[in-house]
């Protein structure tokens, strides 16, 4: 019984979490956006059939677009991205899982930024000034991985 109460608690606390976060964000701009730490979470979540961890990442990529007035999924894409394209090429680095988690955190990164760049571009617009911000939440991002 008692653990039912502290599972139940430590969802309701990470659901106000992923609700929340993003919108200080988009009234802090300074926090960092933990796209790359998010994408991590969602691919741990997929591995581990872990449904409620997948529907909390995808709920925050989800409240981060629409709060910052960026590409509606366009993260969860970037990961799928990943999960095909980069990730079954990573088996060399089998021994070192800090290393997987670091290169994913920041592939996700890049993939994004790219696809959005590419959003961008196309619809003529600027949804996110590309300077040393990027690289401040890049590095929380990494850091946030490695913590895990």
Same mark, same amino acid.
């Given at each position: @019984?008692?653990? +039912? /109460? ?5 969802? *309701? ?9 993003? @919108? ?16 991590? @979470? ?11 961890? #997948? ?5 925050? @990529?989800?409240?981060?677009? #629409? ?7 366009? *993260? ?6 990943? /999960? ?9 680095? +089998? ?12 592939? *996700? ?25 990027? #690289? ?6 990494? #850091? ?5």
């Amino acid at each position: @019984m008692r653990d +039912k /109460i502290i599972n139940t608690v430590i969802f *309701i606390f990470w659901l106000l979490t992923v609700i929340i976060y993003p @919108m200080l964000i988009s009234i802090y701009v300074t926090l960092p956006l933990f796209i790359g730490f998010s994408g991590l @979470m969602l691919i741990l979540g997929l591995e581990k059939d872990r449904y409620w961890q #997948i529907a909390l990442v995808i709920l925050y @990529m989800i409240n981060l677009e #629409i709060n910052l007035s960026l590409p509606l999924l366009l *993260i969860p894409i970037s990961v799928v991205l990943f /999960i095909f394209l980069v990730k079954p090429r990573l088996s060399f680095l +089998k021994l070192c899982p800090i290393c997987i988690k670091i290169v994913t955190v920041v592939m *996700i990164n890049v993939i994004y930024f790219v696809l959005l760049y590419g959003v961008d571009f196309i619809s003529s617009q600027s949804s996110v000034k590309y300077d040393s911000f990027l #690289i401040y939440s890049l590095i929380y991002d990494i #850091i946030a991985a490695v913590l895990i």
